[in-house]
């Protein structure tokens, strides 16, 4: 299989259609296989996708040392065409609680020389803050990547989860690749003001959750029992009578897959891929078979037909419940 390609935004580089998001091969889903994700991105590597996303949060630095095994261990060829993205700025405590953010200049630098060093990379391809911080303006945060960017420690600059506002605000500082938000089938909160301009701006979409973090995947059961370290465990839409009516959608969704021959995972994936050319999602997998899944739906064509009933059946607001807690939500500029 050829690996398509898209651009990071008009100032970007060329990227796989798919990325592989990492987190939860450390974090956040409960306990990850160690050596069956450095497999699953191996795998990602050999099929020809070249972006691996990271945070240095995700664990601690677990999923950036954990990216580095996989890179040093990988064919020189393959570790050369990947193409690493790395938050920063999210602060952690020893009990992997979260406190805040930082996007002041003197901590971009600090956290960037922590991940050069757990990566074992001379350079971050692209690297974002992972939220705003609310006492540092996007200007000075950004200009401290441009320094980086100057200094060839960084080669593009991303922002995540932020609003309109600050995309512009940002994209008058430094050019922008990419925006890293949340894009699926059950979130499409961004159609409204944020992907218009980030169309206007040319700037791309790296877009996460495009499963809803399983939710929509096909394979989420209501019986499934979640860790206490589970994300899902807490966010509202993987709760009681929320859970029932997002699964009830899948089920809808289910049905077209089927007719179409091919998988609900597939399904919700293509549908983020046929959304547009400045569009590349970040699928989570974590393990190989799950990788085989969703590299599938590259082959998934979609008409304007199916496109229409896969709407039909999931509507733009259909989902129940916010997509993360209430304290989270309040950190999302995006939501603003
Ligand atoms: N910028 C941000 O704020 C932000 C936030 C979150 C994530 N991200 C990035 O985006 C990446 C993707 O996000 P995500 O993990 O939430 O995305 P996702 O693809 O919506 O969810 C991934 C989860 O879906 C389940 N799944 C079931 N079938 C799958 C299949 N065929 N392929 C892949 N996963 C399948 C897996 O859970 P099980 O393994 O438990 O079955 C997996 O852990 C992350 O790794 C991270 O790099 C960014």
Not at 43 to 51: D, K, R, Y
Not at 54 to 67: A, P, S
Not at 74 to 81: D, I, L, S, T, V
Not at 302 to 310: G, M, N
């Amino acid at each position: 299989m050829t690996m398509r390609t898209r651009s990071l935004g008009t100032t970007g580089p060329q990227v796989s259609a798919l990325g592989l998001g990492c987190m939860g091969m450390s974090a956040l889903y409960g306990d990850a296989d160690r050596a069956e994700g450095i497999a699953t991105i191996h795998a990602a590597l050999e099929a020809g996708v070249t972006l691996l996303d990271t945070g240095d949060f995700y664990g601690m630095g677990h999923n950036e040392l954990l990216i580095g095994e996989a890179l040093r261990t990988a064919p020189a060829a393959r570790r050369e065409q990947a193409q690493v993205s790395v938050k920063f700025g999210a602060l952690r405590d020893p009990d992997g609680g979260w406190s805040g953010y930082d996007g002041r200049p003197a901590a971009v630098r600090n956290f960037a020389a922590y991940s050069l060093q757990r990566l074992g990379v001379d350079h971050i391809d692209v690297y974002r803050i992972a939220r705003l911080d609310p006492d540092v303006p996007i200007e000075e945060t950004v200009g401290a990547i441009a320094e980086l960017v100057e200094k060839g420690h960084v080669r593009h600059i991303g922002l995540s989860e932020v609003g309109a506002e600050t995309i512009r605000r940002a994209a008058a500082t430094a050019p922008i690749a990419d925006l890293q938000i949340e894009y699926a089938l059950i979130s499409r909160g961004i159609e409204r003001s944020i992907l218009p301009v980030t169309r206007e701006l040319g700037i791309s979409i790296t877009a996460y959750g495009v499963l809803s973090r399983g939710l929509i995947s096909g394979h989420f059961t209501a019986d499934r029992k979640l860790a206490a370290n589970d994300f899902r465990a807490y966010s509202p839409r993987f709760q009681g009578d929320n859970l029932q009516h997002n699964l009830n959608l899948v089920e809808a969704l289910r049905k077209i897959a089927e007719q179409k021959g091919v998988s609900v995972a597939q399904i919700a994936i293509a549908w983020v891929l046929a959304q547009g050319e400045d569009i590349v999602p970040l699928v989570g997998a974590r393990t190989r078979e799950r990788l085989a899944e969703s590299l599938g739906a590259l082959d998934v064509v979609l008409e304007a037909a199916d496109l229409a009933a896969i709407e039909d059946a999931v509507p733009a607001d259909a989902a129940a419940g916010d997509r993360y807690s209430a304290a989270a939500m309040a950190h999302l500029d995006s939501e603003r």
